[in-house]
């Protein structure tokens, strides 16, 4: 531990009467407009019925119906991906976490956790307002890129 500097004394206990004169307030009462505006909206947002989607390449969010979004959804997974049997994402997890533990990186690699597809719009193209068009994200996808990387570190390194 190194020494204590005496001269810091005063500053010590300055600092820490000031701390200890923080005070937070606990009513939700908001006195100027700039505040009460957004949480009226947010009051609005948590009351509303409809799914808020996110556009594809702005900051702009579009309301939709909770059918509507589902529906888009649907058409979106089913043109890129087929059904298969339940039991499929269980053994492609199980290939990849023996993969990444033979080549003993089942430290550096999570497994990869199932999460549900979502779609932001692509309000930045022509006829949007007609003809919505959507991005399909996919956030479970694994990290495999990790697993290509080190087999390509590894096969350079034997490439003399």
């Known amino acids: 531990m190194p020494p204590h500097v005496s001269a810091l004394n005063k500053f010590e206990d300055n600092m820490l009467n000031m701390i200890q004169r923080v005070e937070f307030k606990t009513s939700c009462t908001i006195n100027n407009s700039f505040q009460a505006k957004p949480e009226k909206d947010v009051q609005e947002i948590r009351q509303d019925k409809n799914i808020y989607v996110k556009a594809d390449k ?16 649907h058409k979106n997974v089913t043109k890129a991906y087929k059904k298969k049997n339940k039991h499929v994402p269980d053994s492609i997890t199980s290939a990849d976490k023996k993969i990444t533990e033979d080549l003993k990186l089942d430290d550096c690699i999570e497994v990869s956790a199932s999460k549900d597809a979502f779609i932001t719009l692509k309000d930045h193209k022509a006829d949007f307002a007609n003809n919505p068009t959507r991005r399909l994200i996919n956030p479970s996808k694994s990290e495999i890129g990790i697993i290509s990387k080190h087999i390509l570190d590894n096969i350079n390194k034997e490439i003399p």
Not at 58 to 73: C, F, G, I, M, V
């Open 58 to 73: 702005t900051t702009s969010h579009y309301k939709a119906e909770p059918q509507d979004y589902l529906n888009l959804l």
